[in-house]
């Protein structure tokens, strides 16, 4: 069940900047800052195929790990050893995509960057002052995506909020880009919730902060409508 739904926030971001797109490259940057490696990594790329296809992206910029600190985060061997195996799936469609996802890296269309910063102990609203290159990397993008329970906590620095603080409010400064989260809750922090939400979940399903049975897809925007 998703909590949050600010996919509407975030689809017409993407489609306000494939109008102001020029004709030759339309469509907007689009960071994805991945999660896990293994079947959530081929999503996460067909979801950038289809932001290319449909040309509500012009480039793709994936953000791994140096190390795959929780286990299955997603480092550069899992996402290059991903391509080789979709490329070489025994499946004409699917080895046709490995092959074109190879082309939009060689191209430059896609690009992964990893960065020490991912898996150091500092909240994001830190990574301005602790990485500045990284920030600044994040600042060249139209729309960043977090993919994860782990980069929800590191957005609102694992702190028990109010469920109805506003996200905007816990990301702390914390605003390269506009930003949206992509999170199955695992851990016991939420925020932007409606009031009275969190209790009436709680007081029906006392595990649902960790369950991974609920979802938010939740949007910040340093650019005020
Ligand atoms: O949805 P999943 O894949 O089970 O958990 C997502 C995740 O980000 O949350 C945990 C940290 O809270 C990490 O172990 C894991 O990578």
């Known amino acids: 069940m998703i909590l949050v739904d600010d996919s509407r926030l975030v689809w017409s971001m993407l489609m306000n900047s494939r109008a102001a797109g020029s004709p030759v490259k339309p469509g907007a940057r689009v960071d ?22 449909s040309k509500l992206a012009s480039e793709i910029h994936f953000h791994g790990k140096c190390i795959p600190w929780f286990v ?11 391509m ?6 025994n499946h004409k469609w699917m080895s046709k995509c490995g092959f074109q996802w190879q082309g939009y890296m060689k191209q430059g269309t896609w690009v992964y960057h990893d960065h020490p910063f991912w898996t150091l102990p500092h ?43 506003s ?5 702390r400064g914390f605003q390269p880009a506009p930003l949206c989260s992509l999170r199955t809750l695992k851990a016991d922090v939420q925020v932007g919730l409606r009031p009275g939400q ?8 006392p595990d649902w902060m960790t369950s991974g049975k609920y979802a938010v897809i939740q949007f910040s925007s340093p650019y005020k409508e």
Not at 35 to 53: H, P, Q, R, S, Y
Not at 84 to 89: E, M
Not at 167 to 171: T, W
Not at 198 to 205: C, F, M, N, R, Y
């Open 72 to 82: 299955s985060d997603t480092t550069r061997k899992d996402f290059e050893w991903t």
């Open 167 to 171: 996200f905007d409010k816990v990301l």
């Open 198 to 205: 969190g209790e009436k979940l709680a007081a029906t399903d």
């Open 123 to 165: 909240e994001f609203c830190d990574m301005s002052k602790d990485a500045p290159d990284l920030y600044a990397k994040l600042q060249k993008s139209d729309l960043i995506f977090f993919k994860g329970d782990l980069n929800y906590r590191k957005l609102t620095g694992d702190r028990r909020w109010d469920y109805t603080v």
């Open 84 to 89: 080789r195996q979709v490329q070489s799936a």
């Open 32 to 53: 994805i800052v991945l999660d896990n490696a293994g079947f959530e990594l081929v999503t996460d790329l067909v979801l950038a195929d289809f932001l290319l296809a």
